[in-house]
T-cell receptor, first 116, second 114 residues
C-alpha cells in the first residue's frame, strides 16, 4: 500500500515553455502533499506544502508564480513550472501524507526535468 | 528550527560487515525521526521511524536505528551489509506538534563492495 506515482518520469522542454508534473496517491487519500527539488548529490529541498482545496504554502525563496501548485483532489497534486529556464532543470519529487494521519510521508519516484 | 546532520558524505563497507550511517539532530521539542533510502534516479523509500517508545527501531530490509536522546543521535545500522544496500540514505526530522514537513539531512552515500 501507500503508493505515490508521478507523471511524467522524465521530461525535456524548451526554455520559455511550461511543464506540468502530476503527483498521485494511488491507494490512499492525501490531505497534504509536498513538493521537493533535488540537485545532483544534494539533499531534498522542500519547495512547498500543498493542502487539498487550499493554496499551497511556499518555502522562503521559492517563487510561487513560477512554480504553480494545485491540489484539486485528495489524490492529485500538480506542479507547473512556468516559463522554464535551464536552471530549473532538476529532479522533482513529491510526497504525500495519508489522511488517516500517519507520520511518515510516502514519496513518488521523481520527475527528471531538463530545460534546453 | 529543527535540523539533522549527516556528518559523512560517503560510507564504504565490505559486504557481510556491519554498517553504520550516522545522524544527529537538533530540535526544540520532541523529535520524530525517519530514515529513507534513495536509489539512483528514484524517489525515496521509507526505511524506519522513531516516534516514541523503544529506542531501538527495526525497519525494512534488515535495517535498524537507535534513538539516543542524550547524544541526540539516530544512527542507522545493519548487522551484515549487502551490495544491494548501496544507495543514498537520508535522515529526516519532524518536530512533534508542528507542521508535517520534514527536514532532511544532506544524505550519505553508502557503497558496499563485494
Amino acid at each position: 500500500g501507500a503508493v505515490v506515482s508521478q507523471h511524467p518520469s522524465r521530461v525535456i522542454c524548451k526554455s520559455g515553455t511550461s511543464v506540468k508534473i502530476e503527483c498521485r496517491s494511488l491507494d490512499f487519500q492525501a490531505t497534504t502533499m509536498f513538493w521537493y527539488r533535488q540537485f545532483p548529490k544534494k539533499s531534498l529541498m522542500l519547495m512547498a506544502t500543498s493542502n487539498e482545496g487550499s493554496k499551497a504554502t511556499y518555502e522562503q525563496g521559492v517563487e510561487k508564480d513560477k512554480f504553480l501548485i494545485n491540489h484539486a483532489s485528495l489524490t492529485l497534486s500538480t506542479l507547473t513550472v512556468t516559463s522554464a529556464h535551464p536552471e530549473d532543470s532538476s529532479f522533482y519529487i513529491c510526497s504525500a501524507r495519508d489522511i488517516l494521519g500517519s507520520y511518515e510521508q510516502y514519496f513518488g519516484p521523481g520527475t527528471r526535468l531538463t530545460v534546453t | 528550527a529543527q535540523s539533522v546532520a549527516q556528518p559523512e558524505d560517503q560510507v564504504n563497507v565490505a559486504e557481510g560487515n556491519p554498517l553504520t550511517v550516522k545522524c544527529t539532530y537538533s530540535v526544540s521539542g520532541n523529535p520524530y525521526l525517519f530514515w529513507y533510502v534513495q536509489y539512483p534516479n528514484r524517489g525515496l523509500q521509507f526505511l524506519l521511524k522513531y516516534i516514541t517508545g523503544d529506542n531501538l527501531v527495526k525497519g525494512s530490509y534488515g535495517f535498524e536505528a537507535e534513538f539516543n536522546k542524550s547524544q541526540t543521535s539516530f544512527h542507522l545500522k545493519k548487522p551484515s551489509a549487502l551490495v544491494s544496500d548501496s544507495a543514498l540514505y537520508f535522515c529526516a526530522v519532524r518536530v512533534a506538534d508542528s507542521g508535517y514537513e520534514l527536514n532532511f539531512g544532506k544524505g550519505t552515500s553508502l557503497l558496499v563492495t563485494p
